[in-house]
């Protein structure tokens, strides 16, 4: 068996999600969304929605109207473009290449098998509503959930309409689907029209769908124990255990950790050389999505503290781990204001701060990170407000004004 070290394992998970080496970079947005599987989707908008800042973080500054018109399209499905992609739950609601459209079969049919998701009605509502709304995207073509009759019943966020309800299941089992938005709303049609006709009438039974599945995990994660594996598009462990083998990982020992793991065999036969991306990670960045995983490979407590009332957070509102040299080593809570990036917290992990040489490292990086992200978001200064360890907050203070490298 193939033995791994704890910084093995690491460095092949940074390569496949192409935060180490060019691979990352090649192809560009459609690149990209084809080597990580899925990107997850959020109605959170700091610096920019998190679909955004996944391709940030690997790309650089790549335009929100690049990354808009590779996941969605340029232009409606009526203009003859065949979409590149479509919405549909992965890890969580992730925007999936197209090609994937035949191999989320298997959880369209067990929401079939089940009837209902999050919300029921009754039997002749469901009925009515669903042939109603089939009907009217079948004569008006796509359509937004409010003009097919409203998104909210009123109150919290989750107090659907019935016609939400119903737009929501026949998205669920594929009657409909999403492949482009408008103003962040979903715009829903019928499959016939935007899914090619080959992938449309592929029908494969759930084990050739979470062999692939499983493999496609395998090979963005690089090094994963069957739990990793599992999350990655929130199938089961014992599903995984069944197609594994057949999905053509193979099984390694990695140092430290007491789990079984497996290994994408092509990216084992290369050695992983490259530079390491410094900078601000999503929290729904698939690198970190996994806080169990984040902990094991990177030893960093990985939260998204949005949903914590203000008085409980540690960190921050919409708080964005730092990358730098392969490793996580910090947090930034962002927020723009008036034309200025701020850190209205920021802070280091201890290791990293351990001496004055790793010290200064991170300061570096945080400059380099600040300085990056405000430049693609438009923002002519950089202010950290609150800095943890204060003692260092002085000469992070100092190391913050620009060169002309950071405005370039």
């Known amino acids: 068996m193939i033995e791994l070290s704890a910084d093995e394992a690491r460095r092949l998970q940074l390569r496949a999600q192409g935060l180490l080496g060019a691979e990352g970079r090649r192809g560009g947005v459609p690149g990209l969304l084809r080597r990580l599987g899925a990107v997850q989707l959020d109605t959170i908008s700091v610096l920019a929605r998190s679909h955004e800042l996944v391709p940030y973080a690997r790309l650089g500054p790549v335009g929100r109207t690049t990354v808009e018109e590779a ?16 919405e549909y739950w992965a890890h969580a609601a992730c925007v999936l290449p197209m090609t994937e459209w035949p191999y989320l079969e298997f959880r369209r049919r067990a929401f079939r098998s089940r009837g209902w998701r999050w919300h029921q009605l009754p039997e002749a509502d469901t009925r009515r509503l669903t042939a ?6 079948r004569a008006e073509g796509p359509l937004t959930t409010r003009e097919l009759g409203g998104a909210k019943a009123g109150g919290e966020w989750y107090e659907w309409s019935e016609h939400k309800i119903a737009i929501e299941w026949l998205l669920d089992i594929g009657e409909v689907v999403c492949v482009r938005r408008t103003g962040w709303r979903r715009v829903y049609d019928l499959p016939e029209r935007v899914v090619p006709a080959e992938l449309l009438a592929t029908e494969p039974d759930d084990t050739t769908c979470l062999t692939r599945l499983v493999a496609h995990a395998g090979r963005a994660l690089g090094v994963a124990t069957r739990a990793d594996l599992a999350d990655y598009y929130r199938i089961k462990g ?24 497996w290994a994408d065999p092509d990216a084992l036969a290369t050695p992983v050389r ?15 999505w996994d806080r169990r995983r984040t902990a094991r490979m990177f030893g960093f407590d990985h939260r998204l503290e949005a949903y914590v009332p203000r008085a409980k957070r540690v960190h921050g509102y919409f708080t964005m781990p730092l990358l730098a040299g392969g490793r996580l080593i910090g947090r930034v809570d962002p927020a723009r204001e008036n034309g200025v990036l701020v850190a209205r917290r920021a802070s280091f992990e201890p290791w990293a701060t351990s001496t004055p040489a790793r010290a200064e490292k991170a300061i ?13 978001v438009g923002a002519t200064d950089v202010r950290v407000a609150e800095f943890d360890p204060p003692e260092l907050a002085p000469a992070v203070h100092r190391a913050l004004p620009p060169t002309l490298a950071d405005l370039r």
């Not at 996941?71 to 479509?86: E, K, L, V």
């Not at 109603?132 to 995207?137: F, G, N, P, T």
């Not at 570096?364 to 693609?376: F, I, S, V």
């Open 71 to 86: 996941f969605w399209g340029a232009a409606p499905a009526a203009s003859g473009t065949t979409p590149a992609a479509f």
């Open 132 to 137: 109603h709304i089939l009907d009217r995207l």
């Open 238 to 261: 014992d599903q995984v255990t069944a197609v594994v083998e057949a999905a053509g990982l193979v099984p390694v020992r990695v140092a430290g950790w007491p789990q079984a793991a």
């Open 274 to 288: 490259g530079r390491h991306a410094t900078t601000l990670l999503s929290p729904f960045d698939s690198l970190v």
């Open 364 to 376: 570096a990086a945080l400059r380099t990170a600040l300085w990056q992200a405000a430049g693609w």
